[in-house]
């Protein structure tokens, strides 16, 4: 055994953080987005501990409905890196295939995806845990719209990134969407973070569909005015994916980086 050859290893590895922030984010990003969030659920546990008669309702509901979103935005984030992994970008954009058509087409993939583990979810749901997600009623149809809704924003805007930036970007289609569950209340409700975090809560569509949820299970009702809130963010972040996809889009074009898409 040979220290030098060791050390050829250990310098060749850790060379490779030096201009990689996917690598850095990998080993920073997954511990502190765990700790935020299981640290919220225990502080939530310990302080409405005598005062949480639906439990299982309110997690296994929460898990089935951020699986959701979960799979709306990787509907269409997987589904472009498979053009991306096939480098099949270039063919698709010098045909008459638009952008638009592009986004519709992924759109539905992911709306078949976010069907299919739905059902899936529900069934083992109901088998395991006699949790019926159905018992959330009429306003079951709303809340899910509005996760799918989401799911799509931060997938036309994982794509963009993607296109532009390529492979350090991949990153993205695992791992954006739940940059967004420490202040999207999945668990817990938006009282138990602290101000600064509950003032950003407040922009994410997500945080009023769950608290919407908890309100359904608890009192039986759903307030309008979370699920209003939520749908007009969701128009909001849209059209901020759309234009961003749009202004990535034209950066590619214009530099000649379809041509590198998949290297």
Request: proline share 5%; aromatic share 18%.
């Amino acid at each position: 055994m040979k220290l030098y050859r060791i050390n050829a290893i250990v310098y060749r590895h850790l060379s490779l953080y030096k201009r990689s922030p996917t690598r850095i984010m990998e080993i920073i990003y997954w511990p502190v987005l765990d700790l935020m969030v299981w640290g919220f659920v225990t502080v939530y546990l310990q302080k409405y501990q005598s005062a949480l008669p639906f439990f299982v309702s309110f997690f296994i509901g929460a898990l089935i409905l951020w699986d959701i979103f979960f799979r709306a935005q990787q509907g269409i984030s997987i589904s472009f890196l498979e053009e991306v992994w096939s480098r099949n970008l270039l063919n698709l954009f010098v045909s008459p295939l638009t952008p638009v058509e592009f986004i519709m087409g992924t759109l539905v993939v992911s709306l078949f995806k976010v069907v299919t583990t739905f059902l899936v979810t529900l069934t083992l749901a109901m088998f395991f845990y006699s949790y019926n997600i159905f018992s959330l009623g009429p306003p079951l149809f709303f809340l899910v719209l509005n996760l799918i809704l989401m799911g799509w924003a931060i997938g036309i805007m994982t794509t963009g990134a993607i296109l532009r930036f390529g492979q350090e970007a991949e990153v993205l289609a695992w791992g954006l969407a739940f940059l967004f569950q420490p202040v999207s209340a999945v668990f817990y409700p938006v009282s138990v973070l602290p101000p600064f975090l509950q003032k950003i809560a407040w922009w994410i569509p997500a945080s009023h569909t769950f608290e919407g949820m908890r309100a359904v299970v608890a009192r039986g009702s759903v307030s309008f005015k979370e699920l209003e809130i939520a749908f007009l963010l969701n128009g909001l972040y849209i059209l901020m994916a759309i234009l961003f996809f749009s202004w990535m889009l034209r950066e590619v074009r214009e530099k000649g980086l379809l041509l590198k898409s998949g290297e």
